[in-house]
T-cell receptor, first 112, second 115 residues
Framework: QQQVKQSPQSLIVQKGGISIINCAYE??????FPWYQQFPGKGPALLIA?????SEKKEGRFTISFNKSAKQFSLHIMDSQPGDSATYFC???????????FGGGTRVLVKP | KAGVTQTPRYLIKTRGQQVTLSCSPI?????VSWYQQTPGQGLQFLFE???????NKGNFPGRFSGRQFSNSRSEMNVSTLELGDSALYLC??????????????FGSGTQLSVL
């Protein structure tokens, strides 16, 4: 059972453009929603995270939007740069703890 | 501060063999988790250890096991390897794994190929 669905699977954006990745979850017990960035040959690295009591969180060029009623959250990458080309994963977990349920990943390519 | 260290980086085994992977967490981190990453199934949680005790377990067969030592270093073992066990095995650590918003740090993984 895929509890976190992520779309699109891949994305091509021009330098300076906006990348948008969407995730939907099923388990209402989830209350921690991180996004990870993974480069080839490396493990995932935490990018930004949100809890459901907040509808939006911004850190630099990265913004998470959260819609609790729709059970959806999204990552926006503003002013996308070639160095942002990577695979992005959304995830969810119940409260504290490291048992993360990951989405399927989105491969982002930023063209110069 | 050194990051999460996993050894070996690459491993080739044949069906039926067993394998042991090693993980050294970031200094001071006491929670260690293991994940399997494959192109088909994505990232899947295997198990988590804290203070030498398994605290959480994913939906994997009993062939997958792990342990944690008193210095927080962890090993995972896969017995009777199957072709489908070919994957990138990722180790992640955090300070306690028991607090909200606690950051989880991943290693670069061990790429296991089963022939």
């Amino acid at each position: 059972q895929q509890q976190v669905k992520q779309s699109p699977q891949s994305l091509i954006v021009q330098k300076g453009g906006i990348s948008i990745i969407n995730c939907a979850y099923e388990n209402t017990a989830f209350d921690y929603f991180p996004w990870y960035q993974q480069f080839p040959g490396k493990g995932p690295a935490l990018l930004i995270a949100i809890r459901p009591d907040v509808s939006e969180k911004k850190e630099g060029r990265f913004t998470i939007s959260f819609n609790k009623s729709a059970k959806q959250f999204s990552l926006h990458i503003m002013d996308s740069q070639p160095g942002d080309s990577a695979t992005y994963f959304c995830a969810a977990s119940k409260a504290a703890g490291n048992k993360l349920t990951f989405g399927g990943g989105t491969r982002v390519l930023v063209k110069p | 501060k050194a990051g999460v260290t996993q050894t070996p980086r690459y491993l080739i085994k044949t069906r039926g063999q067993q394998v042991t992977l090693s993980c050294s967490p970031i200094s001071g981190h006491r929670s260690v988790s293991w994940y399997q990453q494959t192109p088909g199934q994505g990232l899947q949680f295997l198990f988590e250890y804290f203070s030498e005790t398994q605290r959480n377990k994913g939906n994997f067969p009993g062939r997958f096991s792990g342990r944690q030592f008193s210095n927080s270093r962890s090993e995972m073992n896969v017995s009777t390897l199957e072709l489908g066990d070919s994957a990138l095995y990722l180790c992640a650590s955090s300070i306690t794994g028991g607090r909200p918003n606690e950051k989880l740090f991943f290693g670069s993984g061990t790429q296991l190929s089963v022939l």
